[in-house]
């Protein structure tokens, strides 16, 4: 029980999950290829630093996903499996594709303004469209169509990492909740093993009720009177003598009896 609450800690204790979680880990792996598919597209014109970005997080998107199903799935690479590596993983990557759905709806509205220009490409594989006017970056409405749906999928798959993140650390709480209950019953078995017995090695009160400084002070009593010589009286006899209550009228204390009735006192 101890080796599996320290593997737990150490997140070598494989949290389960069900076969739609394999599609949520499938899915991300899609839409990471579908924006890094619209982002080329994108940036063999015009290339910009945000869709650069945009293309990174799907290149991690994959790493992140293969990792995460190959090391649940695959028993060759279990040990590999590290749940604290796969929570660090999710939680940086809602981070990235935050970021990077942020930054791309932000350079979409940089364009707003209507124009007509001639655009020419010079045949580079990226940044080889060139439309001059007015020193201003121009796009087709269907290339910003393009960098909308870059901004949408990077929120979606954002939202498949929120999912995927929250189900793992719910299971790994639950997971800790039970190693934390099992710690709190092994205490409590051994307190009554050892602690719950009078004169045990953790006893705080004897039996009788009598707390360990009222046993020692009434030995101590007793100890002094065996030594001044006094009797000790027995455990079943009474500490005190029950005095009789003093009667005036009763026969035995008045002057006047039945054998000198009529004699008064001189």
Request: aromatic residues 12%; proline residues 4%.
């Amino acid at each position: 029980m101890e080796q599996a609450a320290g593997a737990n800690r150490r997140g070598e204790i494989i949290i389960p999950t069900p076969r739609w979680f394999i599609a949520l880990r499938v899915l991300q792996i899609v839409f990471a290829l579908v924006n890094i598919a619209l982002t080329g597209w994108w940036i063999n014109a015009l290339y910009y630093d945000e869709l650069g970005f945009v293309i990174v997080c799907g290149l991690f998107t994959w790493v992140v996903a293969v990792y995460a199903l190959l090391a649940e799935k695959v028993v060759s690479c279990r040990r590999a499996y590290n749940t604290w590596a796969i929570l660090s993983l999710d939680g940086l990557m809602i981070i990235f594709w935050l970021a990077a759905m942020a930054a791309t709806a932000n350079r979409r509205g940089t364009f707003n303004i209507s124009a007509t220009a001639t655009c020419v490409s010079d045949g580079s594989a990226i940044n080889s469209g060139h439309c001059v006017y007015a020193k201003r970056d121009f796009a087709s409405n269907t290339a910003l169509g393009a960098l909308s749906g870059i901004a949408g999928i990077s929120a979606l798959t954002m939202l498949l990492f929120v999912v995927t993140f929250a189900y793992v650390c719910h299971y790994f709480r639950l997971s800790f909740a039970a190693d934390s209950t099992s710690d709190l019953e092994k205490a409590s078995a051994a307190g009554v093993n050892h602690g719950g017995v009078a004169g045990g090695p953790g006893a705080t009160e004897l039996q009788g009720g009598i707390s360990p400084q009222g046993a020692a002070m009434q030995q101590g009593n007793q100890q002094w009177a065996e030594q001044a010589g006094y009797p000790q009286q027995s455990a079943g006899q009474p500490q005190y003598q029950q005095v009789q209550t003093y009667d005036p009228y009763a026969p035995h204390n008045s002057p006047y009896n039945n054998n000198n009735a009529g004699a008064y006192p001189q």
